[in-house]
């Protein structure tokens, strides 16, 4: 039986790269390293210009008792900049820019963890996850201690996130396929860390081929499963993939833990493996690179921190002159605007794609009523109500309508007959309200101030 959730939309895959096996990248000339990897506080820079560093040693931290973690250089070779730069998310970023040596010299630092891990206690598992920079690599980027911190004492199942719905992206699909014995024993790591007796890897039933791979790692572990999903889009989202393996439901506002979970994304499972089997910090990770415009689409293992260019590069060019360039998939994915942008810990894919990819509006956009985008919401909203609001600037009734829990995946957007962008309209009322509250928050406590 597959799993599934209520709504959703099921959209063209496009998985164009599902058979194409990962090509390991360690050659870009330069990279260039956000301090800012993670939710949370920068990191701060710990080298400077003209340092020598190498592969796994740290370069930027973030003091223990804030949240965020550690940045380590993902080349070797000689840092010529550190300066600020436009990211993936849009945002200013202070990055480190490091000229690569060629060389590949790991920092003495990065050393296997040798103890076995019922040896050792679950902070310490946690301090190391911290140490090694883990983040969540679905997408969010949250701190993976942080994480594990919120959900012990609280969650008694650990879900494993491969449902990797966007369409395009096969960046976990490949690495389930090449290395599930990574994501099998971070997931026990990490089963550890939080102390649940129980995890299941749930994934969407388009990448079957997967089972006798994860079985035959999994062996006679059989307090970890496998589940597979119904193939149907925002499945990834986290409420839909506790919905649809446990049947609870999360209210707005409300985290994983709350309903008894903690979810990690595959590659994430596969970074804590290697961190404690390798001592590599989080430095690289897969990318699919793909889209209509791009010559041999595939998947890469690259650097954190290469630029798009170079990926494209290395995926044979560009066979036309794309219309977009986005980071991550189609549905919640951002439109970039520097071919030289580089990848972040969560960047899962680079899509290139021409002017048949983007949606191209000749008539104004109306809503016909037709109540498709309120059958489509995963999270129960009316959507035409909340854009509607936001077209007359009632910000309130946005809010009473639920805009502050839209979690932004687009399938009401994208089967609108009336061209609506119902999504960016929710984007627009979650900005005002969050400002005015802000500001209602702020003149409260000057008025008490007085
Ligand atoms: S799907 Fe589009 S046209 Fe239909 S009700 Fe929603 S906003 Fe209106
Ligand atoms: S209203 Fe938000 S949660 Fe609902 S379908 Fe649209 S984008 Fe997704």
Redesign the pocket.
Known sequence: MAYTFRGGIHVEEYKLTAKSRTQIINDPPTVRISMNQSIGAPATPTVKVGDTVKIGQVIGEVPETALGCPVHASVSGKVTAINEMRVTDGSMNRTVVIENDGKNEVHESVVPFTKSITDVSPEEITDIIRRAGITGMGGAAFPTYAKIKSAVGKAELLIVNCAECEPFITADHRLLLEEAEKVVGGVKILMRAVGVPRAVIAVEDNKSNVKNKLHRQIGNANFISVKFLKTKYPQGDERQLIYALTGRELAPGKLPADAGCVIFNAATCAAVYTAFAEGMPLVRRIVTVTGNCVASPGNFSAPIGTPASYLVEMAGGLRKTPEKMIAGGPMMGQAQWDPDMPTKKNTSALLLLSKSFSKKQNSPAA????????KNCPMRLI??YI?SSVMNDDMKSAEKFGAMSCVECGS?SY????K?E?VQYIRVAKNNIRTENARMKAAREAAEKK
């Open positions: 809503c016909i009523r037709c109540g498709r985008c309120v959507p035409a854009a009401c089967n609108c007959p009336g609506v119902i």
